[in-house]
């Protein structure tokens, strides 16, 4: 099994920046795609960004194209999400997901991820 934990949300202002982590534990060799997903409030659950095993490929949703990084280290056994340019509209609880598989073109599917974090809140004000 695998185990994710989040890390680094909080509240900031329209415009500014918040970096998000997520730690691996467990069978983590097993790791393929890693994906941050989000949900706001009466909204469905959306995907933001997925990363490849190697890290050399990343994802990212057209909403947060440019102004979200994401980056992998499988020796620290991380992924990183830094989010600038934040907007209210990114308000959401944001969830690291894990997955056996490759990223592929299904990449921003919730259902195709076995492994999920418990979610750390970001708010942003305008």
């Known amino acids: 099994q695998v185990q994710l934990a989040e890390s680094g949300g909080g509240l900031v202002q329209a415009g500014g920046s918040l970096r998000l982590s997520c730690a691996a534990s467990g069978r983590t060799i097993s790791i393929g795609c890693m994906a941050w997903f989000r949900q706001a409030p009466g909204k469905e659950r959306e995907s933001v960004v997925a990363?490849?095993?190697?890290?050399?490929?990343?994802f990212y949703a057209d909403s947060v194209q440019g102004r979200f990084t994401n980056s992998r280290d499988n020796v620290q056994r991380t992924v990183t999400l830094q989010m600038n340019s934040l907007k209210p509209e990114d308000t959401a609880i944001y969830y690291c997901?894990?997955?056996?598989?490759?990223?592929?073109?299904?990449?921003?599917?919730?259902?195709?991820?076995?492994?999920w974090g418990q979610g750390t809140q970001v708010t942003v004000s305008s």
């Open positions: 997901a894990a997955r056996d598989t490759p990223c592929g073109t299904s990449w921003s599917q919730s259902r195709g991820y076995n492994y």
């Open positions: 990363v490849s095993r190697s890290g050399a490929t990343t």
